[in-house]
């Protein structure tokens, strides 16, 4: 079997906690990202699409079934 992987622990190797805030990003365009902004992404890396948080009117079916 293979090596385990290490844990990951704080920065810097010492002991306790840290903060961090992240955000989980999916666009529209279906690409996924973790941004350590706290403010919002304005574009999707990917596809620069300004509007990468809401879903194409032309696209969006609520109603599937
Ligand atoms: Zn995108």
């Keep these: 079997m ?3 992987k290490p844990v990951v622990g704080p920065p810097g190797g010492g002991l306790g906690a840290v903060e ?3 955000l989980a990003c999916r666009c529209r365009c ?3 990202w973790v ?3 706290r ?3 304005r574009v999707c890396p990917k596809c ?3 509007n990468w948080d809401k879903p194409k009117k032309w696209e969006w079916a609520p109603d599937r079934q």
């Design 2 to 4: 293979g090596k385990r």
């Design 20 to 22: 961090v805030t992240v």
């Design 30 to 32: 279906g690409h996924e």
């Design 35 to 37: 941004t350590r902004n």
């Design 39 to 41: 403010e919002k992404p």
């Design 48 to 50: 620069k699409s300004p």
